[in-house]
């Protein structure tokens, strides 16, 4: 298994371009969830998603959107980036056991918007 | 609006020294709470507390979950410099589906 797995690792992007942060996860989980870490905070959540074709926004979703056509895959779209989405974004899973299980992480990538 | 609080923003300590870290916490529907440790990449998970799980421990580090005063203590004894790192409360609740709230870390320093 290599678990949640991200691409990719560093990116650096000019104001107003789009790209595409990939999350595959081969546990054949339910939920996956898309955070992003601003230096020195916690995790806040942008997206979300709790099977195939189905996903909801979380806490700040503006500026991304997300799609999950399958259950191994949930990758995040920024369109037209702006230096607020300069952070670290991991993505996570988890089977989805009534929230008595632990979500696993991805490696991160981090994004710098100039 | 649900809330996580955590206690203190950051600490020093010398290796071999005790600490305790504080999550105190404000959501409806409650349903775990989560410690994970952040060193410089993803987060990796410690523990989990529930209703039928209040009280965890691994080696050095040992966990309790207090739901009536709404908040989870994180002890290290004997602190060694590779316990250096943020260390995470996320709290799990339910609204329609399940979802992580997550504090904004401790930040550990342990010196030789």
């Known amino acids: 298994n290599a678990g949640v797995t991200q691409t990719p690792k560093f990116r650096i992007l000019k104001i107003g371009q789009s790209m595409t942060l990939q999350c595959t996860q081969d546990?054949?989980?339910?939920?996956m969830y898309w955070y992003r870490q601003d230096p020195g905070m916690g995790l806040k959540l942008i997206y979300y998603?709790?099977?195939?074709?189905?996903?909801d926004k979380g806490e700040v979703p503006n500026g991304y959107n997300v799609s999950r056509s399958t259950t191994e895959d949930f990758p995040l779209r920024l369109e037209l980036a702006a230096p607020s989405q300069t952070s670290v974004y991991f993505c996570?899973?988890?089977?989805?056991?009534?929230?008595?299980?632990?979500?696993?992480f991805g490696p991160g990538t981090r994004l710098t918007v100039l | 609006e649900d809330k996580v609080v955590q206690s203190p923003l950051s600490l020093v300590v010398h290796e071999g020294d005790t600490v305790t870290l504080n999550c105190s916490y404000e959501?409806?529907?409650?349903?775990?709470l989560l410690w994970y440790k952040q060193e410089k990449k993803a987060p990796t998970f410690l523990f989990m507390l529930t209703s039928s799980g209040i009280e965890k421990k691994s080696g050095r580090l040992s966990s309790i979950l207090d739901k009536k005063e709404l908040f989870s203590i994180l002890n290290i004894t004997a602190t060694q410099t590779g316990d250096s790192a943020v260390y995470l409360c996320a709290v799990g609740v339910f609204s329609g589906t399940y979802k992580y709230i997550f504090g904004t870390g401790t930040r550990l320093k342990v010196l030789a």
């Open positions: 996570a899973s988890r089977k989805g056991l009534g929230g008595t299980d632990t979500q696993y």
């Open positions: 546990m054949n989980h339910n939920y």
């Open positions: 959501v409806t529907n409650f349903r775990s």
């Open positions: 998603s709790v099977g195939a074709g189905i996903t």
